[in-house]
């Protein structure tokens, strides 16, 4: 089993940066990629950005490339999201993921462990 606490959310006006962390416990935390994903009320939930095991590869969304970073540090078992020109449309919860697999680390549903999830409110 692996435990993922997130914390970093708040509100933040638009244009404003907030960052995101992801505490894991549990089990060897360089075994998972580590994915974050987001949802808003009455939507799916949304891909934002993926880090590989070892931190040398990652991907993003197409709504938050350029604005978004992902990074990790295996040592300290924490993965962040550093969100920069936040704008209200960025509004939602977001969730931190753990992969043990190797398959579409844009599927929400590729993913075995959650948090429980923090809310990012970005006002206009």
């Known amino acids: 089993q692996v435990q993922l606490v997130e914390s970093g959310g708040g509100l933040v006006q638009a244009g404003g940066s907030l960052r995101l962390s992801c505490a894991a416990s549990?089990?060897?935390?360089?075994?998972?990629?580590m994915g974050w994903f987001r949802q808003a009320p009455g939507k799916e939930r949304e891909f934002v950005a993926r880090?590989?095991?070892?931190?040398?590869?990652?991907y993003y969304g197409d709504s938050v490339k350029g604005r978004f970073t992902i990074s990790r540090d295996n040592a300290e078992s924490t993965v962040y999201l550093q969100m920069n020109r936040l704008m209200p449309e960025d509004t939602a919860v977001y969730y931190c993921?753990?992969?043990?697999?190797?398959?579409?680390?844009?599927?929400?549903?590729?993913?075995?462990?959650w948090g429980q999830g923090t809310q990012v409110t970005v006002s206009s």
């Open positions: 549990g089990r060897t935390f360089s075994d998972y990629a």
């Open positions: 993921a753990a992969q043990s697999g190797y398959g579409s680390g844009t599927n929400w549903r590729a993913y075995d462990y």
């Open positions: 880090i590989h095991r070892g931190g040398s590869r990652t």
